[in-house]
């Protein structure tokens, strides 16, 4: 067996990840971070920097140094150490795993999603359209709020993540079937349909001012003022500044649209598989959260729902 070190074995770890797994940019982004942090301990701490003498001891002293961190970001973490190591075993690179010989259980807190009222929405979308001033077309202003309602419009009624909204290109787009193509986590593909006239046409004007700058910028849908893509980092800004912009008291991120998406199609009685469907949740346990959401929702179901409501009993107040 060849003596491989830890930068070797790394640098092979990513070839297969890009070009046999092909796995998003996104996801080797934050593997380049985790495996660069773990080198880091390793040189540090002057461990063995030879993968097969790298063992649970050393996995253990890591896991110490990560205690800190927000649960979410251990478990990925461990998650990339274990992607890693699966790898460096499966490839005969490693003759025992040792991350299979360390049990680890952390407990991640339940959060729930914020969402948006449908008033709330519907004011954040009004907003976006008032920005939009018709005194100079001509000008980059003008071009820049018709982009932002675009991207608000987006957000709200496909309730696609950021980085996928970012991501799309003019082909995903078909106004006359009034669908757009959503490409996913691992690459899976959703068709959502758009059945909003207004957003549809929206989404016609921009494409029909933008065309040749989209052209340029290798078809991407959404365009930054320099011509090139739009970021996912923009499109949090754009958000972020919409909601000071009708002095939201909440925080709002393109992701509290994803929940707000969800949240307002459950209370408007669509069913959870659906639901699950047009989110791209491979799991519907993930999408069940939002059935906890909405507590002024519950309490009307409650109170017009259940049947103790029919009932007028109560006891006499002693004097």
């Not at 790298?54 to 998650?79: E, F, M, N, S, V």
């Not at 979308?125 to 003008?142: C, G, H, P, V």
């Not at 009993?313 to 004097?319: H, N, R, S, Y």
Request: glycine share 2%; proline share 3%.
């Amino acid at each position: 067996m060849l003596i491989f070190t830890l930068d070797q074995a790394i640098a092979e770890f990513f070839n297969h990840c890009l070009y046999e797994k092909n796995l998003s940019v996104k996801t080797i982004r934050f593997y380049r971070i985790d495996l660069q942090q773990f080198c880091h301990y390793i040189e540090t701490n002057r461990f063995p920097f030879e993968i097969q003498l790298i063992d649970k001891t050393h996995l253990k002293g890591y896991l110490k140094i990560l205690a800190p961190w927000k649960p979410k970001t251990i478990k990925r973490k461990i998650a990339t150490l274990k992607a890693l190591f699966n790898y460096l075993e499966y490839e005969d690179h490693i003759l025992v795993n040792p991350m299979r010989k360390i049990k680890i259980k952390i407990k991640e807190p339940l959060m729930l999603p914020k969402a948006l009222t449908l008033e709330e929405s519907s004011t954040m979308l009004k907003q976006a359209y008032a920005s939009i001033t018709f005194t100079d077309k001509n000008k980059y202003k003008y071009l820049e709020a018709i982009r932002n309602a675009v991207v608000i419009e987006l957000l709200f009624a496909t309730g696609a993540r950021v980085s996928e909204i970012a991501d799309l290109k003019l082909s995903a787009l078909n106004l006359q079937a009034g669908t757009v193509t959503i490409f996913g986590k691992g690459g899976k593909q959703r068709i959502i349909q758009i059945c909003n006239q207004d957003t549809l046409s929206t989404l016609g004007v921009y494409c029909e001012l933008f065309k040749e700058k989209i052209k340029a910028a290798d078809n991407f849908l959404l365009i930054n003022r320099l011509d090139k893509k739009l970021s996912d980092q923009s499109i949090r800004f754009l958000t972020r500044n919409l909601a000071v912009s009708v002095n939201s008291s909440k925080k709002v991120t393109p992701h509290v649209f994803r929940h707000t998406f969800a949240t307002l199609l459950l209370e408007n009685d669509v069913d959870i598989k659906y639901i699950q469907s047009l989110l791209g949740h491979s799991s519907i346990m993930t999408t069940q959260i939002y059935t906890q959401v909405n507590l002024e929702k519950q309490k009307q179901i409650l109170s017009e729902k259940h049947p103790r409501m029919g009932y007028s009993m109560a006891l006499e107040q002693c004097e």
